[in-house]
């Protein structure tokens, strides 16, 4: 069974401060992953990749650890815009239907 | 320039009624998804199609049916909709066999009443 696990949330965060994520996924064989972010009503929209050796996009760091099965995305510096839904995806091997697989989301609120 | 774009935005109709949801890429994708986001927000998928293979969430009914007239429109046919059926329906589009991350159209909320 392919799985992607995420801690709901919601994470309260004062503004300024560090946040970090974690997810987990079923299957060894998962062969691309990536952050998503959903705002309210709106669509999902890719935050940032994530590659066996690590990346950073300014204040955000994302980060795979394959051992564990497990990514995760740090956040710096903590915006008001930052409020959001956090998607892991991850795509299982084969692609297709299996592929894109969502969790459920991790729900963030920065609060002032 | 939308990449993805799906109509109509917004859907109320009546329990039982047939409906039509469009979707369009100008991306050049070689696959097309469609996810059904449900009120405890969590995205899932229904269909993924590559213009070769059509792969089908086996927990989907089989009163929805997609529709690719070509490789850049992937459109999702309901039949007899049921209340159950509310959600907001999202197309999706992405390259190499869906081995790639994929770029989402802005949903259309669907309310059966």
């Known amino acids: 069974r392919k799985e992607v696990e995420q801690d709901p949330g919601p994470f309260n965060v004062p503004e300024g401060a560090t946040v970090a994520f974690n997810c987990t996924y079923s299957n060894s064989a998962s062969q691309s992953f990536f952050w998503y972010r959903q705002d309210c009503r709106k669509e999902p929209k890719l935050l940032m990749s994530v590659y066996s050796s690590g990346n950073e996009d300014g204040r955000f760091t994302a980060q795979l650890n394959r051992a564990s099965q497990y990514i995760s995305l740090l956040i710096r510096d903590s915006k008001l815009s930052d409020s959001a839904t956090y998607l892991c995806v991850v795509i299982f091997s084969g692609g297709g239907a299996d592929g894109l697989t969502f969790g459920k989301g991790t729900h963030l609120i920065i609060q002032p | 320039d939308t990449a993805v774009s799906q109509t109509p935005k917004y859907l109320v109709t009546q329990m039982g009624n047939d409906k039509s949801i469009k979707c369009e890429q100008n991306?050049?994708?070689?696959?097309m998804y469609w996810y059904k986001q449900d009120s405890k927000k969590f995205l899932k998928i229904m269909f993924s199609?590559?213009?070769?293979?059509?792969?089908i969430n086996e927990t989907v009914p089989n009163r929805f049916s997609p529709k690719s007239p070509d490789k850049a429109h992937l459109n999702l046919h309901i039949n007899s909709l049921e209340l159950g059926d509310s959600a907001v329906y999202f197309c999706a589009s992405s390259s190499h066999g869906g081995n790639t991350e994929a770029f989402f159209g802005q949903g259309t909320r669907l309310t059966v009443v």
């Open positions: 199609y590559n213009n070769k293979e059509l792969i």
């Open positions: 991306l050049g994708h070689d696959t």
